[in-house]
């Protein structure tokens, strides 16, 4: 069996492992909230975790990023122990974190948030950046000197993460990318530009709400519920699994609930 192959368990191999997460437990004061999670990511896959809201999604990725209290287990990037650096320490070492809110400088142009994504490098390399970072998202080219808070909210998105892509992280973790988001738009960034980002070798943690739409774009996916992992497969094998429908997604159908 091909070890390059996607649609093989990513725990399989280390090999080409990009972020490798291992019994990680989580959470916020004395209370754990995320318990002996593991997920694996491999360079050039986009993995999601999926699950309901409250699942501990977010609190799994601040406790890579160690916004959360860290209570156990081990994050290894490029298979190096990177378990409880500092934030800073972990961009520059190629971890990109894209939070569901806060994650842009509404009153600063797209200009401004790319060249502050870019403040590790000379302004030479940041324009070289910039331009690899617009390659992703040709749309925020014409819209450079406007202000973010006169995007919309596709455009505002495409700005946090091409902002981030400043540092040319291996690693991008995404949370909740589409929240805001029309059920349209949604779909359209999942399957052009967050897949794109897998394609072009970046391996992307994905967490999701919007669940049928993540899986289909997702070569592995990770379901949380109260904090643990139920269920890991490939996207589309969680998307064709009547149960994981029936309990993930909803029994009206998975529009009803993810849209
Ligand atoms: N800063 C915090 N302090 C205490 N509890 C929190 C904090 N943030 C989230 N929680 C709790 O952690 C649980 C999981 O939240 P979260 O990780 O945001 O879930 P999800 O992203 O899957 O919706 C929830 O019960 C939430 O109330
Ligand atoms: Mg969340």
Do not use: C
């Amino acid at each position: 069996m091909p070890t390059s192959s996607a649609d093989q368990a990513p725990v399989a191999t280390h090999a080409r492992s990009a972020l490798s997460i291992r019994g990680v437990t989580a959470g916020y004061g004395d209370a754990a909230i995320v318990h002996d999670v593991d997920v694996e990511v491999r360079h050039g896959q986009v993995v999601a975790v999926v699950g309901p809201n409250g699942a501990g999604k977010s609190t799994l990725l601040k406790a890579i990023l160690g916004i959360a209290r860290w209570m156990g287990g081990r994050v290894e990037l490029n298979g190096k122990d990177v378990t409880g650096l500092p934030l800073q320490q972990l961009a520059r070492l190629g971890i990109g974190y894209v939070p569901q809110i806060e994650d842009v400088f509404e009153a600063l142009r797209v200009r401004e948030n790319l060249d502050m994504g870019g403040y590790l490098f000379s302004h030479r390399e940041r324009a070289v950046r910039m331009e690899k970072a617009l390659d992703f998202f040709p749309q925020l080219r014409s819209k450079l000197n406007r202000f973010v808070e006169t995007l919309s909210g596709g455009e505002r998105k495409m700005t946090a993460i091409a902002r981030v892509l400043m540092l040319d992280p291996a690693v991008l973790l995404l949370d909740e990318p589409t929240a805001g988001l029309s059920p349209e738009l949604s779909r359209a960034v999942l399957e052009e530009q967050i897949k794109a980002l897998g394609e072009h070798g970046k391996a992307v943690l994905l967490v999701e709400q919007k669940a049928v739409a993540a899986l289909g774009i997702a070569d592995w996916a990770y379901m949380m519920v109260q904090g643990r992992v139920v269920m890991s497969a490939r996207g589309v094998d969680v998307l064709g699994n009547p149960e994981m429908r029936e309990i993930f997604l909803g029994a009206k159908g998975p529009e009803d609930r993810t849209a």
